[in-house]
């Protein structure tokens, strides 16, 4: 191993980084504050039927293989409370709160059944149920079960009113006498801040006709239908009678890159269903409908009707139609169409906790709440403090090309502070002892090495048509 890099965050863009690192042999500790891997992503990636493959030769990271390495240090529902020392040298400590089931649990799902305590499975966007003892999705790394004290019965944990999936499990897998957090100290030369983001169900236009239909979903919800993993195995089934919707509307609250790619990607995905017939209602008007369509048809194979309006009505028409009503822009008409799902987009925001991470850090925020990244001489992906990175969505909304292009670079600058005595995989045949990178039989400097990360980053960013 040639050093240690702390990576906050088991969304894509950190486990992007960490696989990287670790193909380097370079240690990685990774900090999830979850219990499962995947991030904002968590169902998709852990959905085998996906493919890993993003255009310009990236590669989304195998979930299943991070728990496989050696060089990865994984620690689930922990967070980072201290950190100093400086670049090259950081001194971290972290907290991780019980799992109350052990390494033992081999998935044997006798526990699940006898639990008498019901939640809903935010893993599945609250669209289905768990019991206190649960593992998030199908396919989530670690995969061992773990126990939501705040649902179970026995919370607190030594009060034991219920003992049911203890009597259950014949591997000695639950324990409930650790109450208490653990904490861990590492010695790591770089971090890299991969905390990702908050997709806020509340607060948008869904809010305003919640309950109106059981078919009126977020853009969430629908990506869990999606999911092989999720409630329906990946076929999309109307919640009011497990049909195939015959016609969608999509329901822009605001137009952003990453809603106008989200929404891409799903279109194209429910194609694959033979749901073609969908239309896209846009608010911007800023934005034309042929640029706007234009924009979608850069990133999809389908081709959406596009219309921009404002949404004036929305009711349930009957059991199984949502009748909804809007006006188009540049015109007083109203329009009237019935629809068998309607799909709102949501708004997406920094984590909740970012801030105290930043405060613990050291590091700023920029006036969105995001990480502040770039300046005249640190490169995209440096924060405000030196050996500090940050990667993906936590520096501000981008869609997964951009953060798994963003992590490779985060990565690439976190190894820079990796003992420089110890030879590296590509120094092998550096002279004097240099360590980096060869293009074209040139060693790059440590400076060259950054900018050519960042070029080919901005490359695959202004290769995008924009949108405001
Ligand atoms: S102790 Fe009871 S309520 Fe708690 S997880 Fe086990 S079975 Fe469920
Ligand atoms: S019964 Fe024990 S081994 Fe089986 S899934 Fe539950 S915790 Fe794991």
Not at 296 to 309: D, L, Q
Request: aromatic residues 4%; hydrophobic residues 40%; negative net charge.
């Amino acid at each position: 191993m040639y050093g240690t890099v702390l990576i906050i965050g088991g969304g894509v863009a950190g486990l992007r980084a960490a696989a990287d690192l670790a193909d380097a042999d370079v240690g990685v500790v990774l900090v999830e504050k979850e219990p499962a891997l995947g991030g904002v992503m968590a169902a998709p990636l852990g959905d085998a039927g996906n493919t890993t493959e993003l255009s310009g030769g990236l590669e989304l990271p195998d979930l299943s293989q991070i728990r496989q390495r050696d060089a990865i240090e994984l620690l689930t529902l922990a967070e980072v409370a201290t950190v100093s020392g400086q670049a090259g040298k950081f001194s971290v400590e972290i907290r991780q709160r019980p799992r109350f089931v052990t390494d033992a649990c081999t998935q044997c799902h006798r526990c699940h059944p006898v639990c008498p305590a019901v939640a809903p499975n935010r893993f599945q966007s609250d669209l289905t149920y768990r019991k206190a003892i649960f593992t998030p999705f199908k396919g989530a790394v670690p995969e061992a079960y773990v126990i939501d004290i705040d649902s179970c019965l026995n919370d607190p944990p030594n009060y034991l009113a219920c003992q049911r999936c203890v009597e259950a499990c014949e591997d000695d897998a639950i324990h409930f006498a650790n109450v208490s957090t653990t904490t861990y100290t590492r010695e790591v030369n770089a971090i890299i801040v991969a905390a990702g983001l908050q997709v806020n169900d509340s607060g948008s236009l869904k809010d305003d006709v919640r309950g109106v239909h059981p078919d009126v979903l977020t853009w969430m919800e629908l990506e869990r239908l999606l999911a092989s993993c999720g409630p329906s195995g990946g076929y999309v089934e109307k919640l009011s009678n497990a049909e195939c919707p015959r016609n969608i509307l999509y329901v822009v609250d605001h137009v952003s890159r990453f809603s106008c790619l989200c929404i891409a990607a799903q279109i194209d995905r429910l194609a694959e269903q033979d749901i073609r017939d969908v239309t896209v209602l846009h608010p911007n008007q800023t934005v034309s409908d042929e640029d706007f369509g234009q924009f979608m048809s850069h990133h999809m194979h389908s081709e959406p009707r596009v219309t921009a309006g404002e949404l004036e009505g929305i009711s349930a028409h009957d059991e199984d139609t949502i009748r909804v009503r809007h006006t188009r822009l540049g015109t007083q008409a109203s329009h009237t169409q019935d629809y068998d799902m309607v799909v709102f987009t949501t708004a997406v925001t920094p984590p909740p906790d970012l801030a105290q991470l930043a405060g613990v850090l050291g590091i700023e925020l920029d006036e969105n709440g995001f990480v502040s990244s770039g300046g005249a001489d640190s490169g995209l992906t440096a924060t405000t403090r030196p050996g500090i990175y940050v990667a993906g969505c936590a520096s501000g909304v981008k869609d997964i090309r951009e953060s798994v292009a963003e992590s490779k670079a985060a990565a690439v600058n976190a190894m820079r502070h990796l003992d420089r005595r110890r030879k590296t995989a590509e120094t092998v045949t550096a002279p004097s002892g240099r360590s980096g990178l060869m293009i074209n039989g040139k060693w790059l400097s440590d400076e060259e090495m950054r900018q050519h990360f960042e070029r080919v980053l901005l490359s695959l960013m202004s290769s995008e048509t924009s949108i405001p």
